[in-house]
Every structure is written in C-alpha cells, then in structure tokens.
C-alpha cells in the first residue's frame, strides 16, 4: 500500500516539473528541425571521415537548408603505457577530442563554442594485428560517444535559444 501511494505521489510531482521531451513530435519538432539546418564541414583523416558520418546520422544528413555550419576539430591522440622490462608497451589509451563551433551561415557569427570528448584503454597483445584491429575499433566507438555528445549539445542549445541562436 506504502510504495502505490508513494509511486502516485512520485507521479504527482513529476508531473507539474516542467519537463519536456526535448525530441517530442518527431520530426515537426522545432529542435529536429534546427538540426537538419546545420551543415556538416568536411574534416581530415580517418577520425574526421568517421565523425562527419556520424554526425550526418544523427543531424539528418543535410535534409534542409543550411542555415549554419558546424566546424568540428579533432585531436585524435593513441598514447602507450604499462611498459615491460622489454620495454614493449602492454596498454594503450586514445583519446578523441572534439573543439567544435557552430557558425551562422548567413553572418559567419560563432553562436555555439564548445568541446566534447571520451578514451578509451586498450590492451596491447601479442598479435599486431589485434592490436591494430582493437585500436580502430575502439576510434569508431570513441567517434560514435563524441558525437552523441555534440548533437546532445546542439540539441540543448537550438531548443533553448528557439532554433540554433535565432531568438
């Protein structure tokens, strides 16, 4: 009886808080809709060609038109430690940072600076090639973390400001 009255309470109360979905509607959501006005700039290496697909997963590949750019720097860094007395290393660590800035096309003002980022560790093997094969897996996750955390952010920032700084 305690924990029905206590879970209607709790239900109560949530309720009156003023929380929303901030994706609620789907796609007539005024939020996925100042998402799909922001354009994606090219980045270089394997990290930038992973991050720039990611982001279009999730931003809606340039459905609409490009009101804003978002210019994304990477610092992908791959570092060892745990050395042996052989001196081999026996764990790595990468680290995907991000500095991203979303721009205003229409003006070339930055109305968003911000940097996300996550590691990752890593077990060095015997096989190279599992190393090899641990190391780019573990960018492609580390890619997949950094950009939920832009688009997060994006997302927070257009649905406080009514649309990607335009208030």
Do not use: K
């Amino acid at each position: 009886m305690r924990s029905v009255l206590f879970l209607s309470l709790a239900a109560a109360l949530l309720s009156g808080c003023g929380l929303q979905p901030l994706y609620g509607g789907g796609s007539a959501n005024p939020t996925v809709a100042a998402l799909r006005t922001i354009a994606v700039d090219p980045m270089p290496n394997r990290s930038g060609w992973l991050m720039r697909n990611a982001l279009f997963d999730r931003l809606g590949n340039g459905e609409g038109a490009a009101s804003y750019r978002l210019h994304v720097e990477l610092d992908d860094n791959l570092s060892r430690f745990g050395i042996r007395s052989d001196r081999a290393a026996t764990r790595e660590r990468r680290t995907l940072r991000a500095r991203y800035q979303l721009i205003d096309s229409a003006t070339g003002t930055t109305v968003l600076d911000a940097t996300a980022g996550s590691d990752a560790g890593l077990d060095v093997v015997s096989s190279e090639y599992a190393t090899v094969a641990a190391e780019q897996t573990a960018l492609e996750n580390l890619t997949q973390v950094v950009a939920d955390q832009i688009v997060a952010r994006l997302s927070l920032f257009t649905a406080r400001t009514g649309g990607a700084g335009r208030r």
